[in-house]
């Protein structure tokens, strides 16, 4: 099968790799030879090992944050955050009011580390609304800290950068399902980092922000045709916002899930390769009784403590129920008993971390499963179609809040613009790092389905549709 021409690319992966990976030309140190983003990234890791300033600072992330909109004038470049020596991001980007985001690279040998760079990451945020990038110019992760949740962080777009446009892609056809997520994700990414997103937000907060009593002497009620074409027209535009928003998700949760799934067959092949090589080098009395010992904790690896690996140590064998310690035989089978604790302890480690990160993208492809299932036609079984019914959830239950504070039986209002005012100054007055950037929607959104949701449960009460909750900036 042919590589996929340029043209038959999604525009915005056309757009993005004229705009940045077009202009990559990296010269290795030692090297008087240039070489493009594909050829570059094909290079052994010794050579690029320390090319965060040259090749992902320079070059990379810059054309990236040019091709999201902004200008140099609207970043800094290695200063330390104010009042903050110690904590130097490699670019603070500015939005209208305030900073808009983070942007961390790495060199283009590291991959992310959950533990160490996400601490790094969360220690750059505090005192800003949480957006951030990090980036080691072969992948672009782009996340939001949550304030109330310092054990997480939102996954706004996760863009596999070598994927589209590395070697490997440039030798072999691109999976089609790639493409399309990966479009996806960069539209998402483009959106929500992207310089409107962080200068137009304030702007839209205030149009929406009036008074009750100025909201009703101005509302135009929906009752001839143009009025109709306007309203419908304004919302169009809206679903489909929030339609990317949830496919990006959908996408990469499927992508994710299968990944993590593919993870996990080898965490367990590795676990029993440990068995393996650990049981046959043991003792003849011992060696039924210790791979019995480990084969008890196989079902539930992930979920075992430290103390239930380390008791392998302690065992019955030779025909007695005395315990045996392993580790009070001779010091070879000691060594390879604290060999194969190491590596087993390990292998657990990674299991429940695992297990961890498949939190969230699992809930979303078992919600995409569950409404599978009830779906009567298996051609309606699409990520696009899924999609576009979680964004229509979304959009009517704001809808249904505003017909009951128009009924008047919110009072006061909530969420339509009389209300808004409240909530907004509110955030604006004792949340000012968000200024510019966000209005806590997750929190906001949750208050609406509390106080709505005991007229309307049918819309308010649909599990399956409760995982999405949009960036404020689409709110």
């Known amino acids: 099968m042919p590589n996929p021409s340029v043209s038959n690319f999604p525009a915005i992966i056309n757009g993005f790799k004229q705009a940045v990976i077009a202009k990559i030309q990296v010269t290795p140190p030692g090297s008087n030879v240039s070489f493009g983003y594909a050829d570059y990234l094909s290079r052994p890791d010794t050579e690029r090992s320390g090319d965060e300033a040259d090749a992902v600072d320079n070059q990379f992330a810059r054309y990236v944050l040019e091709w999201l909109g902004y200008k140099s004038s609207d970043w800094s470049y290695n200063q330390p955050l104010q009042g903050k020596k110690e904590n130097r991001p490699d670019y603070i980007v500015r939005g209208k009011v305030g900073t808009a985001f983070i942007w961390e690279d790495k060199n283009s040998t590291l991959d992310f580390d959950d533990t160490k760079h996400t601490s790094q990451l969360r220690r750059y945020n505090l005192g800003t609304a949480g957006y951030t990038v990090w980036c080691n110019m072969r992948r672009i992760l782009a996340v939001r800290f949550l304030a109330n949740d310092t054990s997480r962080y939102e996954v706004k777009a996760d863009i596999d950068i070598e994927g589209l446009f590395g070697a490997t892609a440039s030798s072999s056809a691109l999976d089609p399902e790639m493409l399309k997520t990966q479009a996806s994700v960069l539209e998402i990414f483009h959106l929500l980092y992207g310089k409107a997103r962080f200068s137009e937000f304030d702007d839209l907060v205030d149009k929406i922000s009036v008074d009750e009593a100025t909201f009703e002497s101005s509302a135009i009620p929906l009752n001839t ?251």
């Open 225 to 475: 045709p143009q009025t109709f074409r306007t309203f419908t027209t304004d919302s169009g535009t809206s679903l489909s916002q929030l339609r990317l928003a949830a496919l990006a998700q959908i996408r990469e949760a499927l992508v994710k899930k299968e990944r993590l799934i593919q993870e996990e067959k080898r965490l367990r092949q590795e676990w029993d390769q440990a068995r393996d090589q650990f049981v046959p080098i043991l003792p003849s009395p011992l060696k039924q009784a210790v791979e019995k010992a480990i084969d008890l904790l196989t079902p539930r690896l992930g979920d075992l403590s430290s103390r239930e690996i380390q008791e392998v140590d302690h065992i019955s064998g030779n025909g007695t129920t005395t315990p045996i310690s392993l580790s009070e035989l001779s010091a070879a089978t000691r060594s390879h008993f604290e060999k194969w604790l190491e590596r087993a302890t390990k292998i657990n480690s990674a299991s429940l971390a695992l297990r961890f990160e498949t939190a969230n993208p699992f809930r979303i492809t078992e919600a995409y499963r569950l409404w599978g299932e009830r779906q009567t036609e298996s051609l309606d079984i699409q990520p696009e179609i899924f999609a576009e019914q979680v964004a229509y959830i979304f959009f009517i239950r704001l809808l249904l809040v505003r017909i009951l504070e128009d009924k008047h039986i919110i009072r006061p209002r909530l969420a339509s613009d009389g209300g808004f005012v409240e909530w907004s100054s509110y955030i604006r007055r004792h949340f000012q790092e968000l200024r510019g950037a966000a209005l806590l929607n997750d929190i906001f959104c949750n208050i609406l389905t509390r106080k709505a949701g005991q007229y309307y449960m049918h819309f308010f009460q649909q599990a399956i549709f409760d995982w999405f909750n949009p960036d404020d900036y689409l709110m």
